[in-house]
């Protein structure tokens, strides 16, 4: 992950969707002048504004996959809105996404590139 996240660096600015940014702060070990003072180090930007386009797409895919789930006799839901926030931001306002769970986008962000 640290040499994916060098070489996502080397070919441009780096930056996290809000929900990421609160999802950081609620590490069980991570206090908030830590976050700050890694996010400052790594030169990742927090974008605070998603933005209507970033919503209403995440709405949509997600209103896709809770249809998908539930005509396959999945049930309920298992995923949240945030992941779709997130890929939906990294598709919209960045150009790819870096992800440790390649496998939650791979279905419904077919045209977001995944590393």
């Given at each position: ?59 949509r895919r997600f ?53």
């Open positions: 992950m640290a040499q994916a996240l060098g070489q996502a660096q080397a070919e441009g600015g780096l930056v996290i969707a809000a929900p990421i940014f609160a999802e950081l702060l609620a590490h069980p070990r991570a206090t908030g002048p830590f976050v700050e003072e890694f996010l400052e180090s790594t030169r990742i930007d927090v974008d605070f504004d998603l933005g209507e386009t970033v919503w209403r797409d995440a709405g209103a896709a996959y809770a249809r998908r789930r539930e005509s396959s006799a999945g049930g309920d839901t298992k995923r949240l809105l945030v992941d779709f926030l997130i890929g939906s931001h990294a598709l919209l306002k960045a150009d790819r996404l870096l992800t440790l769970d390649a496998r939650r986008y791979r279905t419904d962000f077919r045209d977001l590139k995944l590393l």
